[in-house]
């Protein structure tokens, strides 16, 4: 594993607050692939302390499992509608 990935946790930071690093580390991704979510929407948005970028710990967990529970509820979907479907043609 490259060192580009493996993060340990920022000392400047609060337990309530994440920078760019401490999401790296939790996600196991690099800053990188951090800021493309951020960019993207794939994660909350942060606000900002100065020149930094902080995420509410609090929010970025609630906001992943708020997400977990939608794709749980869209492939319950799916497999209910695959399991109603007809093979009458074969």
Same mark, same amino acid.
């Given at each position: 594993?490259?060192?580009?990935? !493996?993060?340990? #946790?920022?000392? %400047?930071?609060? %337990?309530?607050?994440?920078?760019?690093? %401490?999401?790296?580390?939790?996600?196991?991704?690099?800053?990188?692939?951090?800021?493309?979510?951020?960019?993207?929407?794939?994660? =909350?948005? =942060?606000? !900002?302390?100065?020149?930094?970028?902080?995420?509410? #710990? %609090?929010?970025?967990?609630?906001?992943?499992? /708020?997400?977990?529970?939608?794709? /749980?509820?869209?492939?319950?979907?799916?497999?209910?509608?695959?399991?109603?479907?007809?093979?009458?043609? #074969?």
């Amino acid at each position: 594993m490259s060192n580009e990935t !493996c993060y340990e #946790r920022s000392s %400047d930071t609060s %337990d309530l607050h994440w920078n760019e690093r %401490d999401l790296a580390a939790y996600y196991g991704v690099s800053i990188r692939t951090i800021q493309r979510w951020t960019r993207s929407g794939q994660l =909350p948005s =942060p606000f !900002c302390m100065g020149r930094k970028k902080l995420w509410m #710990r %609090d929010q970025v967990v609630m906001w992943m499992h /708020e997400r977990g529970a939608k794709a /749980e509820a869209e492939a319950e979907k799916e497999r209910l509608r695959l399991a109603n479907y007809s093979w009458k043609g #074969r």
